[in-house]
């Protein structure tokens, strides 16, 4: 079965920043400046990351989403 991967960067991306959008006091975001994850998705000009070893459950697919900024490629 062909994947969203199979058409975008396959390695994996570190996240640098929070996304630029306004976050509640609640929001995973700041905890996951760090971590490492591979694209899942994209919508518009928001990217839809599977973070390792975390699933966001306020997501109908479970990635967290961030502008391209906020991402590094990891080679």
């Known amino acids: ?3 969203v991967e199979d058409f975008i960067y396959k390695g ?3 996240i640098i920043s929070t996304p630029k959008r306004e976050l509640s006091i609640e929001s995973e975001y700041p905890n996951l400046v ?3 994850g591979r694209i899942a998705r994209i919508s518009g ?3 839809g990351v599977f973070v390792d070893n975390k699933y ?3 997501s109908n ?3 967290y989403w961030f ?7 990891l080679e």
């Open 12 to 14: 994996k991306v570190k």
């Open 67 to 73: 502008e391209p900024e906020c991402l590094t490629k």
């Open 45 to 47: 000009n928001k990217i």
């Open 1 to 3: 079965m062909i994947t």
């Open 56 to 58: 966001n459950k306020h």
């Open 34 to 36: 760090g971590l490492e």
């Open 61 to 63: 697919f479970g990635c």
